[in-house]
């Protein structure tokens, strides 16, 4: 069954005064609980792509449906809503505050949506664990490796129990062996939370190891 359908996606960006095409009339259906990676050069459009998927940002035309929600014909408000409860981001950068240890930055979204404090740390707690932090909850980012850092923004990003995942570079900013780590673990929070992935990548051990892999070039979606 279908979980991602996406119909004649397009968008565009202008610049030197007129309009740059990033995305031609993208089509992609991603069946519940796939794997899929992105490939593509620097600048071709794969965070643009992950972005409208993820309702970060307006698609020029086309559709995006996320399980029954078609989420290119919601308003702002709703947009944020359905965002912050079915759709979880892993990006290059973690973007965790330094101010906060890694069971608060893990929480956040949580208590954001202004859930119990108990039910948050709960959940934050037994996602830390799993994702082998369980003795750094109370470390702060700067105390954390690289590696360690990226482990709480996949926890952060499944706090919400998300149907949909969206990675972009996930492995990017961080060594070989690290990068091979944080693979196998995209690959086991994956499974064990029953998620549809769509995963923006260089690595091609990481690309390797979804169920598919699709190119972009000139806009377009082009399979293995």
Known sequence: ?????????????????????????????????????????????????????????????????VGETEVTGLDDAALVAFRSRNIGFVFQFHHLLPEFSALENAEMPLRIARRPAAEARERAASLLSQVGLGDRFDHRPGMLSGGEQQRVAVARALVMRPGLLLADE?????????????????????????????????NPRLAGACDRVLHLENGRLREG
């Open 1 to 65: 069954m279908a979980y991602l359908e996406i119909t004649s996606l397009s968008k565009a960006y202008r610049g030197s005064g007129r309009m740059l095409p990033v995305l031609r009339g993208i089509e992609l259906t991603v069946e519940s609980g796939q794997m899929v990676a992105v490939v593509g050069a620097s600048g071709v459009g794969k965070s643009t792509l992950l972005h409208v998927l993820g309702g970060l940002d307006r698609a020029d035309g086309g559709t995006v449906r």
């Open 170 to 202: 996930p492995t990017g900013n961080v060594d070989e062996t690290t990068g091979e780590a944080l693979q196998g673990l995209l690959r086991e929070m994956h499974a064990r939370h029953g998620l549809t992935s769509v995963i923006a990548t260089h």
